[in-house]
């Protein structure tokens, strides 16, 4: 086999060289929908084992030309016939390349009379990325794993081949539906909590789900964050959150996966973020506990007083103080919510909120006393300020003010 390097063009990320061939009776394996006929370059991808998805349309076409292959041989690699205008419109990378004038090899023979490319990607993410390219893509599925396992990898391929119009086009899919504020963050969970419901109905009915789907996992939009940090900066501490609640919980759930699921895949400095944060936060909590007025505005003692009668008959004379009616009343229910929730933050103080708007708590007992005027303050402060105040510190917790202040600085 006689090989001639034709050209090569160097990349900050990627080196690609377009070679001439000659065919000594080579048996290829070509992708059963993305080899055209009129096509003018051949890509060529060492195979991904096991193909995947196991039913993809690469996976099968393996098996019907290596069953049907004369001496039975398994191919290493799957060809992708396609266009060089299509190429070049869509990737930068690929347009430098071919827009170098190209000499004349009349020894070498080529592939079905292209030129081709040998690309070091996975051969299912090439498969991805040239059906996007093509529009045989799927469409996507807002906060479905299923989507973020297909097109991440194909952002991430767009971003090493300088593909700017798939990137415009799918990393707003990918980024939408991620909460940048409170309130986006309620509107999330509602979201997720009614394709939850939906994925668990189809699960009983059916013994399995939405085609095996799952909601998104946010180590997944982690690991895709890496490629595009300008861009997830502002949702990356909903993402660590999330993140934070799914691993702190204790068992499987049906529409998330396992709690531990995609950890394995977090860099050291991802998982050490995670840990922070999760820190951090049970810190925070813990001072509503014990240092409230550390966290919150609390009114000091006050001049009115209530007395009380004890089971043995005796009279107590109780003085408002909202310090200390806290630390007892107020405890009770958010040492049971940080049980409930754990690693949940707005769960936990989102349940006092409830006790709050429900008139749960006792505003006096043998523990502790506080006025109805004292006790209102205190309601309107924590349930319009408690959550606020969370949030704007949850860049803190996790570390990622600091992360973007030295990505700024590099």
């Given at each position: 086999m006689v090989i001639c390097l034709l050209a090569a063009r160097v990349n900050k990320q990627v080196t690609l060289t377009l070679h001439h061939m000659s065919s000594d009776s080579l048996d290829l394996l070509w992708h059963p929908r993305l080899s055209f006929s009129d096509g003018n370059i051949v890509l060529r991808v060492r195979l991904t084992f096991p193909p995947d998805p196991p039913g993809s349309t690469l996976d099968e076409g393996i098996k019907s030309q290596q069953k049907g292959s004369a001496d039975n041989k398994q191919s290493t690699h799957i060809h992708f016939r396609v266009h060089k205008s299509v190429l070049s419109d869509h990737s930068e990378v690929f347009s430098n390349m071919l827009d170098i004038p190209q000499p004349q090899f009349p020894d070498c023979t080529l592939i079905n009379g292209c030129d081709f490319v040998d690309l070091h990607d996975s051969s299912t993410d090439i498969e991805k990325l040239l059906q996007v390219i093509y529009g045989f893509n799927p469409p996507y599925k807002r906060l479905y794993q299923s989507s973020i396992d297909y097109y991440g990898p194909v952002l991430e391929l767009a971003k090493k081949y300088e593909m700017k119009q798939v990137i415009n086009t799918y990393l707003p899919h990918v980024i939408d539906g991620w909460p940048t504020s409170l309130d986006e963050w309620k509107l999330f969970e509602t979201e997720i909590e009614l394709i939850g419901r939906r994925l668990a109905s189809r699960t009983s009915a059916s013994g399995e789900g939405d085609d095996g789907d799952i909601l998104v996992q946010p180590s997944s939009m982690i690991r895709l964050a890496r490629h595009f940090p300008e861009e997830f900066s502002s949702i990356l501490p909903a993402i660590y959150l999330d993140l934070t609640r799914l691993s702190s919980q204790m068992r499987s759930n049906t529409s998330r996966g396992h709690p531990s699921a995609g950890l394995s895949n977090l860099l050291g400095t991802e998982y050490a973020t995670l840990l922070a944060g999760q820190s951090a936060i049970t810190h925070y909590i813990l001072q509503f506990l014990n240092?409230?007025?550390?966290?919150?505005?609390?009114?000091?003692?006050?001049?009115?007083?209530?007395?009380?009668?004890?089971?043995?008959?005796?009279?107590?004379?109780?003085?408002?103080?909202?310090?200390?009616?806290?630390?007892?009343?107020?405890?009770?229910?958010?040492?049971?919510?940080?049980?409930?929730?754990?690693?949940?933050?707005?769960s936990i103080l989102g349940a006092v909120t409830v006790a709050f708007d429900l008139s749960f708590l006792d505003q006096i007992s043998s523990r502790g006393f506080i006025c109805d005027s004292c006790y209102q303050r205190v309601k309107a402060e924590f349930i319009c300020n408690a959550s606020k105040k969370a949030w704007t510190k949850l860049s803190a917790f996790f570390g990622l003010e600091e992360l973007n202040v030295a990505g700024a600085a590099s």
């Open positions: 240092e409230p007025d550390k966290v919150m505005e609390l009114p000091g003692p006050c001049s009115v007083e209530r007395y009380i009668t004890s089971p043995k008959e005796s009279r107590i004379r109780l003085q408002c103080a909202p310090a200390g009616w806290w630390k007892w009343e107020v405890a009770r229910f958010l040492t049971h919510a940080m049980f409930c929730h754990q690693g949940d933050i707005f």
